[in-house]
């Protein structure tokens, strides 16, 4: 058994899809693939849009969205803030042990988080607390142009400070501005001052994408097999 917890470097650079693209991908090369996120906020159960949906969408995944996700919480706040408002009480040691139960059920588990690495998923605890607890190293999603070089170093060096293992970056919505070269540059930057991989470069896909779309746009322009090597061994 093996996972990861996906990261953001912010919010809204793609994670999600693309952590349901890679689940999709290995689920048709026959791995016991799932996804999974502890909470979601900014949505409402039945939500077309929400995270658990398109993780079941992408993933291919045949079981409820409440069993993607237990917690969806309606204001778009940091998931704590938004559980703190509604009244909502969440348990980091559910997450644990369902996490736990999923981990031994499946070849591998993609973890997606909320935000960046510091958002507080619950109170005092965080995609940090997630990670450790599974002992699971971390994937970073991040924006491909100009100003990701800051984010991706400053959350590989948390993470590092941390004691994550960091499997490597995935820098998505290439060629969105025009292929500057910021984002030509970067990926060769990232790997000289963070010393990590860079596991894929997927390009911006305009206007509504389809599954098959996005699935395609991801096999080709990640390494699936560099992946999942890195997962399992990885650089500290």
């Not at 042990?97 to 510091?118: C, K, Y």
């Not at 005092?124 to 450790?132: P, Q």
């Not at 305009?206 to 890195?230: F, M, N, T, W, Y």
Request: charged share 20%; net charge negative.
């Amino acid at each position: 058994m093996s996972g990861a917890v996906v990261i953001g470097t912010d919010t809204e650079v793609g994670k999600t899809w693309i952590t349901g693209a890679l689940v999709g991908l290995y689920r048709e090369v026959g791995l016991r693939a799932t996804a999974w996120k502890p909470v979601q906020s900014g949505c409402r159960p039945g939500d077309p849009g929400s995270d658990s949906a398109r993780l079941k969408w992408l993933g291919g995944l045949e079981e409820e969205e409440s069993s993607i996700c237990p917690h969806t919480l309606a204001e778009p706040l940091a998931p704590a803030l938004a559980a703190r408002r509604a009244g909502v009480a969440l348990d980091p040691e559910m997450w644990r042990e369902i996490l736990n139960v999923r981990l031994q059920r499946h070849d591998l588990v993609l973890v997606e988080g909320a935000g960046g690495i510091t958002v507080p998923l619950a109170d005092g605890f965080t995609a940090v607390e997630l990670a450790k607890g599974a002992d699971l190293p971390v994937l970073i999603v991040a924006r491909a142009g100009l100003g990701t070089v800051n984010h991706i170093l400053l959350t590989v060096a948390y993470a590092r400070q941390a004691g994550l293992r960091v499997a490597g970056v995935i820098l998505n919505g290439g060629g969105r501005d025009g292929g500057t070269v910021a984002e030509q540059t970067n990926p060769e930057l990232i790997r000289e001052y963070s010393d990590v991989p860079i596991l894929g470069r997927v390009p911006w896909l305009p206007g509504r994408p389809g599954r098959e779309e996005i699935l395609g746009a991801v096999k080709a322009h990640v390494d699936l097999e560099a992946i999942l090597q890195s997962i399992r061994g990885g650089d500290r």
